[in-house]
Nanobody, 125 residues
Framework: VQLQASGGGSVHPGGSLRLSCTASGFTLDRPAIGWFRQAPGKEREGVSCISSLNEITDYSDSVKGRFTISIDKAKNTVYLQMNNLRPEDTATYYC???????????????????WGQGTLVTVSS
């Protein structure tokens, strides 16, 4: 299992970024996959997850209405579109999955088994 994340960067408040996570070694046709973030001095947070089985999504309250997770099964890739970014969104974002679970809610509230490398998102003026 490999997860390759990309798309981080620096933006001003109110800006947008799109993160991508391409999976290899398995097919996105059943497991849940999602995005987690961790800011310095803070606990890791499940940001958004999606089930590749039924495409049911889960979002943390802090990003609802601003972030959108989506999946492209043909590319075996999951995306996180982040709009109206705020300074408090600054963190390292990680893509993660657990092949044994297809529930997006479960994944976002558990400790996933497999992780990609992080991509840094910085929101500042």
């Amino acid at each position: 299992v490999q997860l390759q994340a990309s798309g981080g960067g620096s933006v001003h408040p109110g800006g947008s970024l799109r993160l991508s996570c391409t999976a290899s070694g398995f097919t996105l046709d059943r497991p849940a996959i999602g995005w987690f973030r961790q800011a310095p001095g803070k606990e890791r947070e499940g940001v958004s997850c999606i089930s590749s089985l039924n495409e049911i999504t889960d979002y943390s309250d802090s990003v609802k209405g601003r972030f959108t997770i989506s999946i492209d099964k043909a590319k075996n890739t999951v995306y996180l579109q982040m709009n109206n970014l705020r300074p408090e969104d600054t963190a390292t974002y990680y893509c993660a999955t657990d092949l044994g679970h297809s529930s997006s809610y479960y994944l976002c509230h558990s400790h996933p088994r497999d992780w990609g490398q992080g991509t840094l998102v910085t929101v500042s003026s």
